[in-house]
């Protein structure tokens, strides 16, 4: 499994949260996302067939592009 926490600049309120954890547990592959209004952070934990690459591209297609 792999693992990577992330901010992700957009994150304001609650709504954004819920968004970026169902756009990507809706992923093949992903484990666990967690992520926080306040910090915003998140961490992502994956297994085969998700890649980073996936990960990241859904996060932009939905308007949350990760700042590593």
């Known amino acids: 499994m792999q693992e990577k926490k992330f901010l992700v600049p957009n994150i304001t309120c609650h709504h954004c949260v819920m968004a970026i954890k169902n756009e990507l547990t809706d992923l093949p592959g ?11 952070q998140v961490l992502v934990a994956w297994n ?3 890649t980073w690459d996936k990960i990241s591209a859904a996060l932009e297609e939905i308007g949350y592009p990760a700042s590593l």
């Open 48 to 50: 085969d067939p998700a």
């Open 30 to 40: 992903v484990v666990t996302v967690e992520a926080d209004a306040e910090t915003k």
